[in-house]
């Protein structure tokens, strides 16, 4: 069953900065930055059954206005001193949930179903295994951390293969926003 959702790909100059917020000194599994994305929407494993023909129909010419997204900040998930996630904060956030609402009506028109939890857009950095990671020092360290806007042209069909370091994911397609 293949595990899918739809993402962001970010500019390499984007992932290289988050890059070098990895600090080796925290017990953590970092995303290579090449691994690095910005979840839209998430689908969970699919039976083989779904064709991608059906994934490309429901997601050919999302129609949206331009968009331009900016990281700024970092944050975790949890307790600062039992992290379970580290992430990168994005906005502005508007945007990126009418996307998300956009591309979740058409696959749902499609007879997909999509992860119905909150929407809270982040790039993660690091995974913590039980206990989490004590962030409160890095995260006091990069409260201001911004870098530029990207421009956002389209979004990306990906597969996520999980392996005991983490996953890797890989992109299937990708779709033009109009």
């Given at each position: 069953?293949?595990?899918?959702?739809?993402?962001?790909?970010?500019?390499?100059?984007?992932?290289?900065?988050?890059?070098?917020?990895?600090?080796?000194?925290?017990?953590?599994?970092?995303?290579?930055p090449?691994?690095?994305?910005?979840?839209?929407?998430?689908?969970?494993?699919?039976?083989?059954?779904?064709?991608?023909?059906?994934?490309?129909?429901?997601?050919?010419?999302?129609?949206?206005?331009?968009?331009?997204?900016?990281?700024?900040?970092?944050?975790?998930?949890?307790?600062?001193?039992?992290?379970?996630?580290?992430?990168?904060?994005?906005?502005?956030?508007?945007?990126?949930?009418?996307?998300?609402?956009?591309?979740?009506?058409?696959?749902?028109?499609?007879?997909?179903?999509?992860?119905?939890?909150?929407?809270?857009?982040?790039?993660?950095?690091?995974?913590f295994?039980?206990?989490?990671?004590?962030v409160?020092?890095?995260?006091?360290?990069?409260?201001?951390?911004?870098?530029?806007?990207?421009?956002?042209?389209?979004?990306?069909?990906?597969?996520?293969?999980?392996?005991?370091?983490?996953?890797?994911?890989?992109?299937?397609?990708?779709?033009?926003?109009?």
């Amino acid at each position: 069953m293949p595990r899918l959702f739809i993402a962001i790909e970010l500019p390499d100059a984007v992932t290289a900065e988050l890059g070098a917020l990895r600090e080796p000194g925290l017990k953590a599994r970092w995303l290579e930055p090449a691994q690095m994305h910005l979840t839209v929407s998430f689908l969970g494993d699919l039976d083989d059954g779904v064709s991608s023909d059906r994934l490309s129909r429901a997601l050919e010419g999302v129609a949206i206005e331009p968009l331009s997204v900016q990281v700024q900040g970092v944050g975790c998930f949890g307790p600062a001193d039992q992290a379970r996630v580290l992430w990168a904060g994005v906005g502005p956030i508007g945007p990126l949930v009418e996307l998300k609402g956009k591309v979740d009506r058409r696959l749902a028109a499609a007879g997909l179903s999509t992860d119905n939890r909150a929407y809270r857009p982040h790039i993660t950095l690091a995974r913590f295994g039980r206990g989490g990671g004590d962030v409160g020092a890095l995260l006091s360290r990069h409260k201001i951390f911004s870098l530029p806007p990207f421009g956002v042209s389209h979004v990306a069909l990906f597969r996520s293969f999980l392996q005991p370091e983490g996953s890797r994911y890989t992109v299937i397609k990708r779709f033009n926003l109009n």
